[in-house]
């Protein structure tokens, strides 16, 4: 009985070692990921604001619409081809994609995750900056208890309350209304659309959030990432590129997307972005099974000053004291929020894997 026992305290240990382990790669390959998505905006026909086909603010909301969909096909081939194969889940990435009851959940949280969160995201990035793009998207953890509480009735907990506070006060920190209203009144190429990214991000992620746990509760997270992204590209491909370049004028479009996809340096760093951050929602949903959950989203909530440190260290950009701050009072309030209480092997015994 002892031995058993020996054994059940063994594996649960090397669950807890191998979550964390997969939690700290989400962190560094989402931190990371944004030296591409900053590089991108300045490479090839988007370095040069889509000279010839599009003028001012538009040529940004273009851009943004070609990193996004082209990012998002290309995450969807290596988590579907690199990932899965290698997992060997490449056959039940395929049958998860077929099937209704759990493909419908991932179709969902493609359309939040992708034309909203990350096309906003892209936004922030080029209009903002990668760090402020990064930090803003914390306060997604109050969209999805929002969420949570409405569609899925979860109660909302004293810590939450106080975890909400604490992202609340840091988002306030590193928007800085009196600097973001002097950006919007005195910025000629449109910077309002950088602060709407910012916006649809934060709703994006939340809502995503709430359906992939939906369909995590189905299906394997293996499997279920590569149908989210095969999903976005669908959507990219048949319904939003079709009707963005009916809006902006199917030649200067279609001529703009042909123009970055056939351009070596858009292709190697969009790539470089689909493989970093393709790879951090592989090592997220990794994660929910070892450690759950909370902890997951608490300790992956570092890769906001990791992304500071990153962009510092590569590209030279220097982050404002006022970020440096929000940004440490948000990844606060997603631990008060997020952390279980009692110790972990406990919580999962209690909560299967969670």
């Not at 900056?129 to 914390?138: D, K």
């Not at 969009?270 to 790879?279: K, P």
């Amino acid at each position: 009985m002892s031995d058993i026992r020996n054994l059940l305290m063994k594996e649960n240990k090397n669950r807890v070692k191998w979550g964390f382990i997969w939690a700290i790669l989400c962190a560094i390959t989402w931190g990371l990921g944004y030296i591409p998505m900053t590089v991108v905006w300045g490479v090839g026909p988007i370095g040069d604001n889509l000279a010839g086909y599009f003028d001012g603010s538009s040529s940004y909301l273009i851009a943004g619409v070609i990193i996004a969909g082209f990012q998002a096909i290309m995450c969807a081939v290596v988590l579907l081809i690199v990932w899965s194969a290698t997992n060997g889940k490449f056959k039940e990435s395929i049958k998860t994609f077929t099937h209704v009851k759990i493909s419908k959940w991932l179709l969902l949280a493609s359309l939040f995750g992708g034309p909203c969160a990350v096309y906003g995201s892209t936004l922030a990035i080029g209009y903002i900056g990668p760090s402020f793009a990064a930090g803003m998207g914390l306060l997604s953890a109050i969209t999805g208890v929002v969420i949570g509480r409405i569609f899925f009735k979860e109660r909302i907990s004293q810590k939450t309350i106080l975890g909400i506070i604490l992202l609340l006060v840091g988002g306030i920190i590193i928007l800085n209304p009196a600097d973001m209203l002097d950006n919007i009144k005195n910025s000629a190429d449109g910077a309002i659309y950088g602060y709407i990214g910012c916006l649809m991000s934060i709703i994006g992620w939340g809502v995503e959030g709430a359906f992939a746990a939906k369909a995590i509760d189905i299906t394997d997270a293996d499997s279920s990432q590569p149908v989210r992204y095969m999903w976005e590209s669908v959507v990219w491909i048949c319904i939003l590129f079709p009707v963005i370049g009916v809006i902006a004028g199917p030649s200067d479009f279609f001529g703009a997307l042909f123009d970055c996809i056939t351009n070596t340096s858009f292709v190697f760093w969009t790539i470089m972005a689909a493989l970093t951050l393709g790879m951090c929602y592989a090592c997220m949903y990794k994660c929910y099974p070892l450690i759950g959950v909370g902890r997951t989203l608490s300790m992956t909530a570092l890769y906001v000053p990791l992304q500071i440190v990153f962009i510092l260290v590569f590209m030279g950009i220097m982050p404002t004291y006022l970020l440096v701050v929000g940004t440490v009072t948000c990844v606060a309030g997603m631990f008060v929020m997020y952390w279980e209480s009692g110790s972990i092997s406990e919580s999962l015994r209690n909560n299967g894997g969670e």
